[in-house]
């Protein structure tokens, strides 16, 4: 199957996304922990996560799972975090201890899980740059959250093309008329001012 928008197959568009993340295991954090952990900050101060089983489709070092292991200790829940790259190994080995966490290396184009598992499934900036296989992307995320369930969803600006951001939007619109409690938004830059 050929991605049109960037010429190159499917295979080969998930093969670039995988090497580009594996070769920012070691400074992600330093480059995008900033600007996620605002991000999942504002997710927590949203959403309730206490006694759900969440997905987090995309979680790359699991800054959203450390930052909801230190302030939601006692809460009951279970988070699946799942990324393409092997840059989930070491910090999930990290945190380990809780077994309020469960990580997995796949392919948010081909979720590992059944229909219907979470009650919650975030994709905070995954998606951008997917090209076709958005549809295959966002239909899954769909598929496994339970009916009821919250689907959230967010893509960057800067990765994310007029056609991916108008299916973003027609896709959110289609979900939410089949029923999703689903968020769907493009993130842009922040800029500081002086």
């Known amino acids: 199957m050929k991605d049109s ?7 080969e568009s998930l093969s670039t996304i995988k090497s580009t993340y594996d070769a920012l295991t070691e400074v992600y954090d330093e480059l995008y922990g900033y600007e996620q952990t ?7 101060r949203k959403v309730d996560f206490s006694n759900k089983r969440m ?3 995309g979680a ?11 302030l939601k200790k006692s ?12 840059l989930i190994k070491k910090p999930y080995q990290e945190t380990k201890p809780s077994e309020k966490i469960d990580a997995v290396i796949g392919d948010i184009t081909s979720i590992p899980f059944r229909e219907d ?10 998606l951008g740059g997917l090209g076709e296989l958005l549809r295959k992307a966002t239909t899954n995320l769909y598929n496994v959250c339970k009916k009821g369930g919250k689907i959230i969803i967010t893509m960057h ?18 979900l ?3 029923g999703a409690d689903i968020c769907c938004g493009i993130e842009k830059t922040r800029t500081n001012t002086v």
Do not use: P
Request: glycine share 2%; with cysteine; net charge negative.
């Open 157 to 174: 600006e800067k990765t994310v093309s007029k056609a991916e951001q108008d299916f973003l939007n027609d896709s959110c619109m289609e």
């Open 55 to 57: 997905l987090d489709a």
């Open 38 to 44: 605002l991000k999942h900050l504002e997710l927590l």
């Open 176 to 178: 939410w008329r089949a």
């Open 117 to 126: 598992s979470f009650n919650i499934v975030l994709s905070i900036t995954v």
């Open 5 to 11: 928008s960037q010429g190159k197959t499917t295979t």
């Open 60 to 70: 790359g070092t699991l800054l959203f799972e450390k930052l909801v292991l230190s």
């Open 75 to 86: 809460d009951n829940y279970w988070i699946v975090a799942l990324d393409i790259s092997k």
